[in-house]
């Protein structure tokens, strides 16, 4: 258990300091969403393993249950709702649960981190950025004089 808190503490932690590396290194932010991204699947098959090991069931992708989860989870994303609604529910609902969020929390990470690289390879690295910026108003001073 003590591991499976650590993945979900290191996901986070690497989404935030990859968002504040941002300013000063866009490499370093793709690479921190890439380790956050492998937190969250560590996680995520600890969770599968949770539901195995205790021959609890893991709904099935096109499953009612699994259907309504992933309609309720993609229209809560604050943590106050899920900590009133899963005291009420099975062990089995809550890691089925948490295997729902950490799926579409993938989507969204992947999707972000394909923005980032192609941004990266459209537009460079910050270095590259503040040339081009650099230039453009060494161009504009001489044009004034």
Same mark, same amino acid.
């Given at each position: 258990?003590?591991?499976?808190?650590?993945?979900?503490?290191?996901?986070?932690?690497?989404?935030?300091?990859?968002?504040?590396?941002?300013?000063?290194?866009?490499?370093?932010?793709?690479?921190?969403?890439?380790?956050?991204?492998?937190?969250?699947?560590?996680?995520?098959?600890?969770?599968?393993?949770?539901?195995?090991?205790?021959?609890?069931?893991?709904?099935?992708?096109?499953? *009612?249950?699994?259907?309504?989860?992933?309609?309720?989870?993609?229209?809560?994303?604050?943590?106050?709702?899920?900590?009133?609604?899963?005291?009420?529910?099975?062990?089995?609902?809550?890691?089925?649960? *948490?295997?729902?969020?950490?799926?579409?929390?993938?989507?969204?990470?992947?999707?972000?981190?394909?923005?980032? &690289?192609?941004?990266?390879?459209? &537009?460079?690295?910050?270095?590259?950025?503040?040339?081009?910026?650099?230039?453009?108003?060494?161009?504009?001073?001489?044009?004034?004089?």
């Amino acid at each position: 258990m003590d591991q499976m808190i650590q993945a979900a503490r290191s996901g986070k932690q690497n989404i935030a300091e990859g968002s504040a590396a941002s300013t000063t290194s866009r490499e370093t932010e793709i690479k921190l969403m890439n380790v956050a991204k492998a937190s969250f699947q560590e996680l995520l098959l600890d969770y599968e393993d949770y539901l195995r090991v205790r021959d609890l069931e893991l709904w099935s992708e096109n499953s *009612a249950k699994a259907l309504q989860a992933r309609i309720v989870c993609s229209k809560h994303n604050d943590s106050a709702f899920y900590r009133n609604a899963l005291p009420k529910r099975t062990d089995e609902a809550i890691a089925n649960i *948490a295997i729902t969020l950490l799926h579409q929390e993938d989507v969204f990470l992947r999707k972000l981190i394909n923005r980032l &690289k192609s941004d990266f390879i459209k &537009k460079g690295g910050i270095r590259e950025e503040m040339s081009r910026v650099r230039r453009k108003w060494r161009d504009n001073d001489n044009n004034k004089q």
